[in-house]
């Protein structure tokens, strides 16, 4: 589940007072995914809620990026890019082996 929480870290360092509504839409998920990642992210201390006191919404809230937070941002990122990279590579064979398929084919006829 590398790529939907890197995506949702990402859109919160952008996005900080976003509501998971907004995410999940945002992002293309469902508000449970969204809901889900988020308590994952927080109960590892990687993201902190702020809630806004002062707010007419009581239930606004602000997502901050921890210490630990930066350092597990990183690690996913990695992972995120290693992930991407396979992808990028399979296809880019996939593209490939289609090519010469289309190839060998317009030679027969």
Known sequence: MIEPTYRVIRFLEVNP???QREIA???GYSLGKVNYI???LVEKGIIKLHRFMSSDNKLAYRYVLTPKGLKARYR???EFLKS???EYEVIVKEIAE???LLSDNAENE
Request: aromatic share 0%; proline share 0%.
């Open 17 to 19: 007072h976003c509501s």
């Open 25 to 27: 839409k945002t992002l």
């Open 38 to 40: 988020i308590a994952s």
């Open 76 to 78: 996913i990122t990695r």
């Open 84 to 86: 991407k990279t396979r």
């Open 98 to 100: 289609a090519k010469r």
